[in-house]
């Protein structure tokens, strides 16, 4: 399978020059990144449409602040609890996942942020792949699920992905040193989570409360937890073979603590290409939103004044094994991911309502992942059947 990087480009900007942005998931931590890098970009994005799950006041808030044609509520009982009277002059509220997959698709959206986290997202981000418009996909269950055939739908309709995700934003920008023949090897690197120098026995006793503090990004807890068990670098690796078509030999995970190199390629000739920047989601956000332009903008800068360390090791498999099953999913591919992602969304609830310990995790996705009914070639009905199939294993594990 070729890389995939040069595919398509982004269909050019609106005759006005600005590129009219659809925020999906705008209440979310990238959301609301995502409205600080359009308020800084002088007119060169717009919001369009801001749409949220369940987050009715801030949505209002937001609707107050930027002013978009439209806001979408998803959930329909959330929705009942506002109304239209609530929202600025000139901003219309639309209800229900139809309603947002129709927005999505108009022709007044440039460029579609897809952030809404968890399964959910695949929804929105298939109707504007299916639309041809290039999405800024920061939701990574939809390529861990359905990275086959939403790659296809891409292709056949040409729609463009463009990753949020900051080690997939870095590979994006370091595979354009190089033609995708001369790739051979793709490094993720990850901060190591809380827990990077816990011992194995005391990772069972971890707490949420101790699991929900992330030493260098913030994010919202379901994220925050995948990055203390290290499930998040698996979910990642699944992604990355989908999205850059690469075979999963080629790609490999890297602890860097201080998350500053945010992963690289290396090349046959033996050149490594890394992206460097402070952790700040702001810019793998705005690049996916301006490629393949570049432009100014607000996320932090590297400050070359003040001496750095930058710390290499690689991740140890007995304290953190989910990374083997991030492998294992990219190299089988068919159902393996939608399983891997559903059980570990599971698990991570039923280890923050208290009934999984943490290192419980790992292992109930590890079990679910060997004994699902294993399918190479699915439909996006089997990816949902399986979805909901192994939610309920870990629900039935959890209260054994
Ligand atoms: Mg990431």
Redesign the pocket.
Known sequence: MPLSHRSAEPAPPSPSGCLRIAVLGSTGSVGVNTLEVIAASQGRFVPFLLAANRSTQALIQQAHACRPAWVVVVDSTAASEMSASDLPVGTRLAVGPEALDDLVQSPEVDRVVSAIVGAAGLRSTWAALEAGKTVALAN?ETLVMAGPLVMRLAERCGGTIVPV????SAIHQALRAGMPAEVARIVLTASGGPFRERSRESLASVTSQEALKHPTWSMGPKITIDSATMM?KAL?LIEARWLFGVPAEKLGVLVHPQSIVHSMVEFVDGSVVAQLSPPDMKLPIQYALSYPQRFEGVARRFDFSTATRLDFEPPDPVRFPAVRLGYEAAARGGTCGAVLNAANEAAVQGFLDGQLRFTDIAEVCARVLNEHPFQPDPSLDDVRRLDGWARQEVVQWACV
């Open positions: 990574k995700d900051s080690e997939h998040n990642e």
